[in-house]
């Protein structure tokens, strides 16, 4: 058997969600400590490098484990039912090694050499992408033989242990006016700086500090595109399509871990005559929150970029971090008094939720595109 078949032969017999079983039980029983602490999740990244899950989503044809995307959204979900933070810093770099694969499968685009070193040296890569969108942040001046980038990065989740920045920022091209390049930078160039700035309402763990780039330079090479500044673009419509059902898996993972709390809590009390409305309207968005989820997976997996995708995905990441959230308060009601209590779990949950409130677009911008693509007015206006 070749190197290749043998690849794709381990790739097909691997049950990621079995392997994410084992390791969510043991995180869980740390979970509170980080959380109480403000420490971040190494162990638990320490563990999913261990079993592969960093190049889980490489294709095994560039050395990778070959999973598909709705696989890794199940085992972010399994994650997160035991630790949003994990669940939500794992899902930032499966976001961007997604992204990147489908655009080689699918366009043929020069993104192998990056996925092949992802899987050859099991690297952990880092985004800057909810802090950037579509503006960007930070300049990028023009020097000999590349560009000198001074910025901030906020939302840098993972970063304690990341190897390459995946980020972006701006130079005035004489021609285009603003521009945003897009650019990995590793975390041991010089003028790199993690800031110890991640101290927050929930998902303290997630290591989600700024990263100072300070006159780092980057090299002509290294540019991997270019685009408008603040302008809607393809790439744009691929990470929309592709990124947004990994990143709220977590959050459906945090709904399903205080969904199972407050029916453990609930079943051992005597029938009130209430807690059966209460469960029931936390089963309504446990429920709507799922569907969401369910049809963000089947987005990114059959349909083509664009904006009619995009606007279909942030209809779904609108819904599914609503009713993620509303699952939890009815949680938090249905298990009564006792879940104001850190034991119970959660009080975190509730905290580690809000977060999905924060994602581009939020609600009221998603609310501002779906809309005029349904009147048909231009979606950059």
């Known amino acids: 058997m070749s190197l290749r078949a043998e690849a794709e032969f381990g790739a097909a017999r691997r049950n990621w969600l079995a392997a994410a079983d084992a ?4 995180i869980a029983a740390r979970a509170a400590k980080h959380d109480a602490e403000d420490l971040f999740v ?17 294709p095994s044809e560039l050395g990778g484990g070959g999973a598909e995307l709705a696989e890794i959204c199940a085992v972010i979900r ?7 933070s994990t669940a939500l810093a794992f899902s930032m770099h499966c976001h961007l090694v997604a992204v990147a694969a489908w655009r080689w499968r699918n366009e043929k685009a020069p993104t192998d050499g990056l996925l092949k070193r992802a899987a050859a040296e099991n690297l952990i890569l ?4 909810g802090s950037d969108w579509l503006k960007s942040a930070g300049t990028a001046t023009k020097v000999d033989g590349g560009y ?13 242990m990341g190897d390459i920045l995946m980020t972006s920022a701006v130079t005035e091209d004489p021609a285009s006016g603003p521009t945003v390049l897009h650019f990995g930078v590793s975390f041991k160039t010089e003028g790199v700086k993690i ?20 006159d780092v330079f980057v090299a002509d090479a290294a540019i991997s595109g270019r685009r408008p500044q603040g302008k809607w673009h393809h790439l744009f419509h691929i990470i929309s399509m592709i990124a947004f059902p990994i990143i709220y898996s977590a959050y459906l993972g945090v ?13 051992k009390k005597p029938d009130d005559g209430n807690a059966a409305y209460l469960a029931g309207e936390m089963e309504n968005a446990h429920t709507m929150a799922s569907l969401a989820l369910a049809d963000m997976i089947a987005n990114a997996e059959t349909s083509k970029p664009g904006p009619q995708t995009t606007s279909r995905a942030m209809i779904g990441r609108t819904l599914a971090g609503q009713n993620a959230i509303n699952t939890v308060e009815r949680a938090m009601e249905l298990a009564g008094g006792a879940s104001f209590y850190r034991d119970m779990g959660l009080e975190r949950a509730f905290r580690d939720v809000q977060a999905a409130r924060f994602h581009p677009l939020q609600e009221k911008p998603q609310l501002r595109l779906t809309g005029r693509l349904a009147l048909g007015f231009d979606i950059d206006g």
């Open 255 to 267: 709904a399903d871990g205080a969904r199972a709390k407050a029916l453990g809590a609930a079943r």
């Open 195 to 214: 800031l110890d700035t991640w101290r927050v309402l929930g998902m303290r763990a997630t290591g989600s500090n700024d990263v100072e780039l300070n």
């Open 23 to 26: 390791i969510a039980g043991e």
């Open 148 to 160: 000198r980038i001074k910025a901030r990065k906020m939302f840098s989740s993972g970063c304690p």
């Open 126 to 129: 880092i985004s800057s992408g």
């Open 42 to 58: 190494a162990d638990a990244f320490a563990r999913l490098k261990a079993e592969g899950f960093f190049k889980a989503l490489v």
């Open 78 to 84: 399994r994650l997160g039912a035991s630790c949003g």
